[in-house]
């Protein structure tokens, strides 16, 4: 590829968050008309390039061109300017406001002191007509679906009229419709010239679409191909090729007593092809079974069915007892201790002391509930017994939760759960996010409780982890357990084809 055939060209990129290197030298051309795909596990660093390349985060060294011209960009308004949008995995829409109202949003047609309202409808109507997005411009962003909302944030970078879109994870949580229709929306902006990347785990859809695949594996470039040169298997064993960590014996065995069982247990909408499809496991005491899989294949279903955030078939049953007519709240008083996928929304509340935070799930429960009354000391006790023993640092029972740093609020989320003396742990990605540090802690701790006779299900995108601590290992892809295994003696291979769907039995 000549310097003129590429539209972006990214040489050398690097970007450090403290010790740790997100992007490491890393080397990217984009040419016109054509879909480009990054692929890579969790973690690899494919986002934290497409920030860098979208303006949203500057590299600490490399180079981007855009038509054989170097840029700086300091903002997203600086890439903006050149042609560059992206579309990212979690959307930015402000959902009291129409289509129209979020596509113009800081790029209003009219003068500072007056909208011209007519002229901005009518320029989304026809963008939105010109590529085909069966979309209602003057719908409220709060009523509409997943693919619609994706729809939206993609008329958002045509708008500015992006040449370079990058989407990321854009089918994550998609279904297949959906999905197909954005492929046709991806095709038809190809066609005009404009340069497509793609980020994705799914490597049908990769090899189905792309023209160009790019595979990074903890943040560098490992490997570039084209959807005719590779094969599914190689390019998984690219994608989630890693160093195998070294596991010790377990000096316990794993119990008799099965403490969760799911049933069948079915999410999604009759009619359509289920979220979550027929999923029956066990989790014994003093064991860790641990589920691997691209995110989006279902897991996030399985939680919210195990906690009783979601509607489902089939069943879910805790120590012997059928648990499928208990609210969250009742759920949780009969022992299932949950360690969330994302701590800031669902583990704590960042405003509150620590006190406070340590009775999140358990206010109903004694010391913490007095008669009628709620005990601030009790739950300062019970703070400062989760910080003692699990070595939170950051302030005492008054700190505020937004206050301690992420490793240490997912070391007091552990504490608090572990602390409540729970039938079985459900923990969802529990290192996310955190440093090497505080992971070794959480490991510590997990397999303490294990020991202790814990039962876990352990739901991680990290396969070290899962290796680490697993002693089942579940895959799962397209809403289904699609495999047992091993942990002990399964390949990185192995697991990366049952994860993407490439496992021939």
């Known amino acids: 590829m000549t310097e003129q055939e590429a539209l972006v060209r990214l040489t ?301 078939s089939g069943s879910v049953v805790v120590d012997g007892r059928a648990i499928d007519d208990l609210r969250t709240k009742d759920r949780r008083a009969l022992g299932v201790a949950y360690i969330p996928e994302d701590r800031h929304r669902d583990g704590l509340v960042l405003d509150f002391s620590l006190a406070e935070n340590s009775a999140l799930g358990y206010q109903q429960r004694k010391p913490i509930k007095r008669g009628w009354w709620f005990s601030r000391s009790a739950a300062t006790a019970t703070a400062q017994a989760i910080i003692e023993r699990f070595d939170v640092r950051g302030g005492g029972p008054s700190a505020t939760a937004a206050s301690l740093s992420g490793g240490n609020q997912q070391k007091f989320i552990i504490g608090r759960e572990l602390g409540s003396k729970p039938t079985v742990l459900v923990a969802a990605h529990p290192t996310r996010g955190v440093d090497v540090g505080a992971q070794s802690a959480v490991w510590a701790e997990l397999v303490s409780a294990r020991d202790a006779g814990l039962g876990t299900l352990l739901v991680s995108a990290d396969l070290d982890e899962l290796l680490a601590l697993s002693d089942r290992l579940l895959v799962m892809y397209g809403g289904r357990v699609v495999a047992e295994l091993d942990p002990r003696h399964v390949t990185a291979t192995e697991i990366g084809e049952h994860m993407t769907g490439t496992h021939s039995r």
Do not use: C
């Not at 930015?92 to 500072?112: F, K």
């Not at 595979?215 to 998984?236: C, D, N, S, W």
């Open 12 to 312: 050398g990129i690097v970007k450090r968050y403290g010790t740790f290197t997100a992007n490491d030298r890393i080397d990217v051309a984009v040419r016109p008309g054509t879909v480009h795909a990054i692929v890579g596990e969790n973690g690899a660093g494919k986002s934290t390039l497409m920030k860098v390349l979208a303006g949203d985060v500057r590299a600490d060294e490399g180079t981007i061109e855009v038509d054989g011209k170097p840029h700086d960009f300091r903002s997203p308004r600086d890439a903006q300017r050149v042609g560059i949008g992206i579309v990212h995995q979690h959307f930015l829409l402000a959902d009291a406001l129409r289509v129209w109202e979020n596509v113009v949003l800081a790029d209003e047609p009219g003068t500072p002191w007056h909208l011209d309202s007519a002229a901005a409808r009518d320029h989304v109507a026809r963008l939105a007509e010109a590529n085909d997005f069966q979309i209602d411009v003057d719908a409220l962003v709060r009523d509409l679906g997943v693919g619609d909302r994706q729809r939206v944030e993609i008329l958002k970078v045509l708008y500015r009229e992006a040449r370079v879109i990058i989407l990321d994870e854009p089918t994550a949580v998609l279904v297949p419709s959906e999905a197909a229709a954005l492929f046709r929306s991806i095709r038809t902006l190809t066609a005009r010239g404009a340069a497509v990347i793609f980020i994705s785990h799914k490597l049908d859809e990769v090899l189905a679409f792309a023209d160009e695949i790019t595979v990074i594996r903890a943040g560098r470039v490992v490997g570039h191909t084209t959807p005719a040169e590779t094969t599914p298997r190689q390019l998984a064993a690219l994608m989630v090729e890693v160093e195998m960590p070294t596991v010790e014996p377990r000096e316990i065995p794993v119990g008799d007593v099965v403490v969760l069982e799911t049933v069948a247990v079915t999410v999604g909408t009759p009619g359509e092809r289920p979220l979550l499809d027929e999923v029956s496991l066990q989790v014994r005491s003093g064991e860790i079974v641990g589920i691997a899989g691209v995110e989006g294949n279902g897991q996030s279903e399985l939680l919210s069915a195990l906690l009783g955030r979601t509607d489902y």
